[in-house]
């Protein structure tokens, strides 16, 4: 019998973990794909091709010219446009297709979150509530908060943006999480922050801001998660292993 060939769409922590398991299964050949979006990314183990793959034709073709078996979506639960990609050429080329995405924050007694679709829609609630605002929302929509002139943020995020790219006024802070709950409380005294934007991204690294945000009892703009596709999902690596281990048992 041959071997099993594992495609994992990654840049996630959930991914590397994954392909650390993945190797460990006799008969599994694991080949991770990167976006290319983040500088310094964590490499996962085993095989890894970096870049996009042309949409979902160029997928399609991929996962037949690579002789793809299995397809796990780990990507970020706010790449929509790769998961769509991802079910489409899956279900083309008539593969196994799973996605695994962390579970989603939930609001807590004693948060107040203000939940939005978009960043078009924060930035509208932070022009409603807010003057200094903590941004933690990556570097690629920042230019929707750019016509708040009259606000200051702090920026957080792994890369700085790309040159040209509209931002608001304020400080520009370069750092990757885990973060502590002691560290970003004292960071939103030391910045006089009085509201926090969001992604819920989920997972335990970045959630201290949440935590922070509570024990100050500062609103969180949270923006919710895109429309994803309706395919086969879990929550954990660990769930995602038992779904590999259905398949390598069969032929």
Same mark, same amino acid.
């Given at each position: 019998m041959g071997m099993t060939r594992l495609l994992i769409l990654g840049g996630t922590g959930e991914a590397a973990a994954l392909a650390t398991a993945a190797q460990a299964l006799p008969g599994f050949e694991v080949i991770s794909s990167l976006a290319g979006r983040t500088q310094h990314p964590t490499q996962p183990q085993g095989t890894v091709r970096v870049g996009g793959f042309g949409g979902i034709e160029g997928l399609?073709?991929?996962? #037949? /010219?690579? /002789?793809i078996h299995l397809l796990v979506d780990a990507t970020h639960p706010f790449a929509a446009q790769i998961s769509w990609h991802a079910a489409a050429a899956a279900q083309a080329v008539g593969i196994p297709? %799973? +996605? %695994?995405? +962390?579970?989603?924050w939930q609001p807590h007694s004693g948060d107040l979150w203000f939940n939005v679709a978009t960043h078009q829609d924060a930035a509208a609630v932070v022009r409603a509530i807010a003057q200094r605002v903590f941004l933690t929302i990556g570097r690629q929509e920042l230019a929707a908060y750019a016509g708040l002139g009259d606000r200051w943020f702090l920026m957080r995020m792994i890369d700085p943006p790309t040159a040209h790219t509209p931002i608001p006024p304020g400080v520009l802070v370069l750092e990757r999480g885990p973060?502590? %709950?002691?560290?970003?409380?004292?960071?939103?005294? #030391?910045? #006089?922050?009085?509201?926090?934007?969001?992604?819920n991204s989920g997972g335990p690294a970045t959630y201290a801001k949440v935590q922070a945000a509570r024990a100050l009892q500062l609103p969180v703009i949270m923006v919710q998660r895109p429309p994803m596709p309706d395919v086969s999902q879990v929550g954990t690596v660990e769930a995602a292993m038992d779904w590999l281990g259905c398949w390598a048992k069969l032929p």
């Open positions: 399609t073709a991929y996962l #037949q /010219q690579a /002789q297709h %799973l +996605r %695994l995405v +962390r579970p989603a973060f502590t %709950l002691a560290a970003e409380t004292q960071l939103m005294r #030391q910045h #006089q922050i009085d509201a926090v934007v969001s992604k």
